[in-house]
């Protein structure tokens, strides 16, 4: 019997990240002679791939350097400080073990495979998912759905009674194009905008009871 399943966005959804991110960010600023960010600039930046976190952070960089340095020097920098302070948000180890009972579950994020897979694992996430996307898995990454038709076709499973639960609009986009349901994280780091969603939560527990 074909089954269904949960996707999870990571940053903002599973995990709050923000911290870490942000001193990513702030470390590369410094590196090429940049003022800092702040915490609230670098929410804005998040949820589109590490391409546009890179070009948004560094507007403001000198037209001779290639948008590549830094982005180069942010990943260096970043697998080293992975899990500074970046933790799951509260019940989402409790969560996961109830829902994977039940569900076939997977993650799907903007965020690159390797550092995805990292945080999963040292986070002792990784156990409960099927399969894990990063955004240089797939063909393109949310709000295209290229991501999330990679997973049914990793699992097996099937589009009917599939989910997509993330904090960002492109999260819900990427579900309306793959014609899957489509859960809003409101405590996450992202904005919703105009996206549609079938359901909203402000804890993550309270997915047992919704889906």
């Not at 804005?44 to 948008?67: N, S």
């Not at 993650?107 to 390797?114: D, G, I």
Request: hydrophobic content about 45%.
């Amino acid at each position: 019997m074909h089954k269904s399943i949960i996707l999870f966005d990571l940053d903002g959804t599973l995990i709050d990240s923000l911290q870490d991110l942000t001193n990513a960010i702030n470390y590369t600023r410094r590196c090429f002679s940049l003022l800092e960010h702040s915490v609230p600039d670098v929410k804005l930046f998040i949820g589109d791939g590490l391409l546009k976190l890179i070009q948004r952070a560094f507007a403001d960089l000198p037209p001779q350097i290639d948008i590549q340095q830094p982005l180069q020097v942010y990943r260096e920098y970043y697998l080293q400080h992975l899990l500074d302070h970046t933790c799951p948000y509260p019940g989402v180890l409790e969560t996961l073990p109830l829902l994977a009972q039940q569900r076939l579950l997977g993650v799907v994020t903007n965020k690159p495979q390797q550092e995805a897979m990292q945080i999963c694992t040292r986070l002792g996430l990784a156990e409960y998912f099927a399969v894990i996307i990063g955004g240089d898995t797939a063909a393109n990454i949310k709000p295209h759905p290229a991501q999330l038709l990679l997973a049914l076709q990793q699992t097996g499973a099937v589009r009917e009674g599939s989910w997509m639960v993330g904090d960002h609009y492109t999260d819900l986009a990427a579900a309306a194009a793959a014609r899957f349901r489509a859960c809003f994280c409101a405590y996450g780091l992202g904005q919703k905008r105009q996206e549609y969603a079938d359901l909203s939560i402000n804890r993550f527990p309270e997915l047992l009871q919704l889906l």
